[in-house]
């Protein structure tokens, strides 16, 4: 059915410039991971290769980190600017409040903010990981390490974040799919190549011949596992809770109910990757301090705890991606402001009353939705670390379950796009009739 949509799409020229122009800016953006920062040694960073923080941010941004490229902040500012504009909007600053109720004026006014903020966080962004890094590294990644590189590198950066959210937004206009997240998924593509190369090297090419068969199998079982993850995931993130609605103020030709699509998962995969780079975190602070001559047991042991590949580390990562997954889907779908837009739309659910019981009954929903959907996004994520703990798999093995989210997640948005497109293309003749009384 996929090749089928797919082939039926290329036949139409409109669908075939998007597409090319998505190809091309990702094109660009793979171009722009491996133009290293002026006054950067990007060779001494395969130090700090097996740091969990290092491998999850360098994924978040799409690669770009292990080459220290103008494009290793990626779309991790924007991202987090997102998120902050979104919760800004929950009563909390009155303006952002009100922008968000002026339709297309305000919603101009909060891109201009996110942008703003997103500036502002890579700055910062920029410079901490470069002293970060050039602390951790026992062979210092700057050349000349004095404020003017560092102001130098942070702009520099700072641009480049800037440059691949621009990027995203044109994807967005101009393209297929969802922008910020097709910049990660390009990136986590690029790197399947080596990941699967190094899985061979380690269990067959390095392996003694008697074990070579047996090294074989193991990867046929990863990649068995794999494309089970695959069709589970595919299934549940296409899974929806349709809730019914009924309308009171009928127009020509409008129906009499209808049907609210929320997805089983109405978070998708950021709660995941904001887990992973907050409970990454810690270990990169502490081995900070340990390289600072900070040196204590508390320190050890702390390490010992956060380190996510020991069972208290997975479970403090699980119990973030619960706690992430149910503040997401709040602020992806607000209740109050989805029962506000059924009131002035004219519809209602039936049997609930409009307002605040509508508002009740849609948060109530969300809960269980977003119970189901944490729980499918933990086992998904901690399911590999697990795997790599028991059996000693290498350690891309571990941050497999985020890369298949993202990737697949990724690729339904994509679909789902095209299919809406397809069938807009289908009825746009209909839709263009004059109404005849």
Known sequence: MFFKLLWNGFKLKEVRNRVMFTVGILFVFRLGTHITVPGIDASKLQSLANLPFFQMFNMVSGNGLQTFSLFAMGVSPYITASIIVQLLQMDILPVFVEWGKQGEIGRRKLNQATRYITLALAMGQSIGITAGFQALTSAKIVANPNWQTYVMIGIILTAGSMIVTWMGEQINDKGFGSGVSLVIFAGIVASIPDSAHGIYVDWVENQRPDLQMQGWINIGVLVAVAVLIIWFTTWVQQAERKVPIQYTKLTQGAPSSSYLPLRVNPAGV???????????????????????NINADWLTNLQNIMATSGWTGMSIYGILIIVFTFFYSFVQINPEKMSDQLTQSGAYIPSVRPGKGTEKYISGLLIRLATVGSLFLGVISIIPMVAQNLWGLPQIVALGGTSLLIIIMTAIQGVEQLEGYMLKKQYVGFMDDPVVD
């Open 270 to 292: 950021i709660p995941v990757i904001f887990a992973s780079t907050i409970s990454t975190a810690p270990p990169t602070i502490l081995q900070f301090l340990q390289k600072a």
